[in-house]
């Protein structure tokens, strides 16, 4: 039997949650995406808190490679080295390091151009995002791509925020993991957020795609899930 289980962990000081998802049968347990730097203590914690042993992973999927998202994903590999690590194939060139992090790239670019009061925020962000540390997958991943765990995951490549971001579809709950795809703001199912979305007609035209899909629940990394009026909500993001 198949269980879909939300997470929701929030830092020390930290202003928002964040809401990885871990998909489960008799055979996988499988975590969507994995936090910060430094979140696999607090990642344990929050599955135990809903009867889930973290040693019992069998794989990670990474949606994309924002530090958000991956940033703990070595500390999962040194304490769980058997977890397999899956990604698309677009992604695994940063997460695996053979190109440097697209953010890290835009941050550098455009740090002559920051007033000089914002240059040692900018500093700092840069350091965070070079110091994650980068981790080899196991498995690439494309679009339409089928499995049988867990009630039936498929990938859906959901590209604009990053070039290579993928949001995974549950079948048997008619489920939708969207990563960054969109979010959820103040209760209500909005788009990504356009200041950290590289390419945003991209990104629309992915949300314009999950309408082929029968979707009763979303669940976005950023703020949480929409149980509702799904198809009206993504309906209303393309207006």
Known sequence: ???????????????????????SDEKEVILIDCGYP??????KNAAKAKDIDISKLTKI?????????????AEFKKELPHIKVLSSIDEEQYISGKKQSLRLQQSLALFDTLP?????????????LATVKNVEIDLCVKDKDSFDWCGGLEIVATPGHMPGHISIYIKNSKTLVTGDALIMENGN?????????????????????LLNYDIERIICYHGGSCTQNCRESL?????
């Not at 039997?1 to 930290?14: D, F, H, Q, R």
């Not at 430094?38 to 990642?43: A, K, R, T």
């Not at 999927?61 to 994903?73: E, F, P, R, S, V």
């Not at 309906?235 to 207006?239: G, T, V």
Request: aromatic share 8%; glycine share 4%.
């Open 38 to 43: 430094g979140f696999f203590p607090l990642l």
């Open 235 to 239: 309906q209303k993001i393309l207006l």
């Open 189 to 209: 199912l909005a788009g990504p957020n356009p200041y950290y979305t590289l390419d945003m007609a991209t990104a629309k035209d992915s949300i314009k795609k």
């Open 116 to 128: 000089k009061d914002q240059k040692e925020t900018a500093k700092n962000y840069q350091q965070t």
């Open 1 to 23: 039997m198949s269980k879909l289980t939300v997470l929701e962990i929030k830092a020390a000081g930290a202003a928002n949650a964040i809401y990885p998802v871990i998909a």
């Open 61 to 73: 999927i990474i949606t994309h490679h924002d530090y958000d998202h991956m940033g703990a994903l």
